[in-house]
T-cell receptor
Framework: EAGVTQSPTHLIKTRGQQVTLRCSPI?????VYWYQQALGLGLQFLLW???????NRGNFPPRFSGRQFPNYSSELNVNALELEDSALYLC?????????????FGQGTRLTVV | GNSVTQMEGPVTLSEEAFLTINCTYT??????LFWYVQYPGEGLQLLLK?????DKGSNKGFEATYRKETTSFHLEKGSVQVSDSAVYFC??????????FGTGTSLTVIP
């Protein structure tokens, strides 16, 4: 069974540009989570999607947005990129309720903003 | 909301040394507790979990016991190997159904 897949694995963007990251959850998982892992920092919760709806978002500006498609895959969009957006962006999917089950992570997308 | 406090790193140990990484939590109710590991250049993967008080999770020689009385979930391994070099994260579900992760503890094991 395929795990959580993310694309692209690496990309380099210029400050002010826009970027779209993609995530495909494990088959059957309806919840997708996005996290930002900046260098030297822990995982910061960005967004949670479930059944096509945004259920919760972390303390990030509105230029971070996303969506979830009917097949439960998800996109994370970041507009007006800033240097401090350089980070590893991780996607995770969960089957059921987070309280009782593990989150499965993708390998991440390494974004560098120059 | 729920949160964890994790031991600061980095930690450097010689091969076959004993490892302890401390994790304490604050939670409403009794959620499951998790340890994740991140090897260099990779995403996170589940190392072990415990679903209720006094449960012991174990995997690959690592163990952690869900201690309600001390609100702790410390990670231990009796004899570390070079291949255990990674970043370790303590985690628990938070309100809003997302996971809350500790700051991570970087472990380097030297031969």
């Amino acid at each position: 069974e395929a795990g959580v897949t993310q694309s692209p694995t690496h990309l380099i963007k210029t400050r002010g540009q826009q970027v779209t990251l993609r995530c495909s959850p494990i088959s059957g998982h309806t919840s997708v989570y996005w996290y930002q892992q900046a260098l030297g920092l822990g995982l910061q919760f960005l967004l949670w999607y479930d059944e096509g709806e945004e259920r919760n978002r972390g303390n990030f500006p509105p230029r971070f947005s996303g969506r979830q498609f009917p097949n439960y895959s998800s996109e994370l969009n970041v507009n007006a990129l800033e240097l401090e957006d350089s980070a590893l962006y991780l996607c995770a999917s969960i089957l059921g309720v987070a309280e009782n089950t593990e989150a499965f992570f993708g390998q991440g997308t390494r974004l560098t903003v120059v | 909301g729920n949160s964890v406090t994790q031991m600061e790193g980095p930690v450097t140990l010689s091969e076959e040394a004993f490892l302890t990484i401390n994790c304490t939590y604050t939670a409403t109710g009794y959620p499951s507790l998790f340890w994740y590991v991140q090897y260099p250049g990779e995403g996170l993967q589940l190392l072990l979990k415990a679903t209720k008080a006094d449960d012991k999770g174990s995997n690959k020689g690592f163990e952690a016991t869900y201690r309600k009385e001390t609100t702790s979930f410390h990670l231990e391994k009796g004899s570390v190997q070079v291949s255990d070099s990674a970043v370790y994260f303590c985690a628990l579900p938070n309100t809003g159904n997302q996971f809350y992760f500790g700051t991570g503890t970087s472990l380097t094991v030297i031969p």
